[in-house]
Every structure is written in C-alpha cells, then in structure tokens.
C-alpha cells in the first residue's frame, strides 16, 4: 500500500507564536503516526519561487494523512498557525512501484 504525506511550504512572520502551533500539532501527529521527513532546513532553489520553509510528513496511507489533516487535534493547530504565517499544503500518495 502506498503512503501517504503532507509537503507544505510555509512562511513563518512571527516565530514565537508560531511555536504555539508546532506544540499543539504534536497531538494529532503523534495520533496518526506521522513521521518528519523534512522539516525547515537548509535548501537549494533551482527553479520557481518557494517559501522559507519546506516540510514533508509521511503517513502510513493516504486516507491517514487525510483523517489526520481533517482532525479536530490538527484543525485547532491550524487556527494557532493561520495569524502568523502563509502555508500551501498538498497531501498526496507516494509511489509504491
């Protein structure tokens, strides 16, 4: 079965409060077995625009990563995240070929 992930680019205006948002999403990770790939770090832009920081989180499937999105534990992070920061985030499937 193919896993499932998060890949977010997010900019961050106010760090402080922001660290707000990455205790509370602690819970539904840790619900929904997520596991970090990349988190911020150092890059290398080679082509387009992206924001400051890149994330990648795997789930055990796609449907988890959905429900884990979807959670009321990760939707009241979101609201503690939303003032102070910019975030595009896709969940898609990997490959299992």
């Not at 911020?40 to 080679?46: A, F, L, S, V």
Request: glycine share 8%.
């Amino acid at each position: 079965m193919a896993k499932g992930y998060w890949v977010a680019h997010v900019d961050v205006e106010n760090l402080e409060n922001y660290k707000k948002y990455i205790a509370a999403n602690a819970v539904a990770f840790a619900k929904y077995g997520a596991k970090f790939l990349v988190r911020g770090g150092k890059y290398d832009t080679r082509e387009g625009k992206m924001r400051d920081r890149t994330v990648v989180i795997e789930f055990k499937d796609l449907a988890t990563a959905q429900d884990c999105y979807d959670s009321p534990e990760y939707q009241s992070a979101i609201a503690l995240r939303a003032p102070y920061s910019t975030a595009d985030v896709i969940i898609i499937e990997g490959w299992d070929g």
